[in-house]
């Protein structure tokens, strides 16, 4: 296996604390289509609507922790993105551009009947989230964005071009998985990914297991596929300003987004910007400090 890409693997194996294990017994389902892909999501609480949108290989329950910790305020909302678990797996290419991506958000956000969420996003759902919080069709719809370890695409572009070798190898991955049948290479951990909800019980590793079966990581690589330029080859391209409050978490450990694209984040955002770094804290920070980000969050959404 590419040594990039065993390195992004060996990131996923984070085991997870056990407070929030029996939530996918309690949460509501809902599909809502998007231009005839069924998108799957889940619901529980009651009040202002958190939507959090998972990166790539995860799926809704990567949120566990933080929908069982705000639950009690907010009504907490994650969606299966396309390609994972239960939403659909539409083939080609092109069926994961970013323009289907927003669209898949959209959709959830007109089924849940409100004029506005705050986005919540990692990784991938990341990626997606930016664009759609700055596209014209869509910024009015987010009132807040709360953004896990994916900087922001001008920013890391820039980042990119100015780093070093080394810099630009912990990226090579994105280039790997262009490559047609890379996701058997991932595909193969993924049942080791289950071993992080180990300490939740093995009803809730059934549950994992079951979901990562029903996900095709072949499809979910089109996401670098349809969208490698809008990310990794940006270059100096200009994007609108983001117009509303951010909060940006940043685990100093991720190898794949270094935290040199935090630089300048604030010339892109016209709002408050909160930003909390952990330096001890990988790629997954929902899962490697859960209450830590459960806790900051409660505070920023109460005061914004």
Known sequence: MNRTVAAVVAALLIAVPATAADLFERVDHHVVSNDGVDIHYVSTGQGEVLLFVHGFSHFWYVWNQQMEGLSDRYRTVAMDTRGANKSGQPEGVESYSLEHLMGDIDAVITDLGVDQVTLVAHDWGGIVSWYYTMDERYRSKVSRLVMLNLTHPMSFSRALAEGTDQQRQNVQYAKDFQ??????????????LVQRYASQGDQ??????????????????????ANYDAYW?????????IQVPVLQFHG??????????????WDRIAADYTLVTYPNVGHDIQLEVPDRVTA???????SH
């Open 179 to 192: 490559n047609p049948g890379a996701g058997a290479m991932i595909e193969g951990y993924a049942q080791q």
């Open 204 to 225: 809730t590793v059934q549950f994992v297991r079951d979901a990562y079966a029903r996900s095709d990581f072949e499809k979910l690589l089109n996401y670098y596929r």
């Open 252 to 265: 100093l450990q991720d190898t794949a987004l270094d935290k040199d694209g935090l630089n300048r984040t």
């Open 296 to 302: 900051t969050m409660r505070w920023w959404l109460a």
């Open 233 to 241: 080859g940006l270059g100096d391209t200009e994007l609108p300003t």
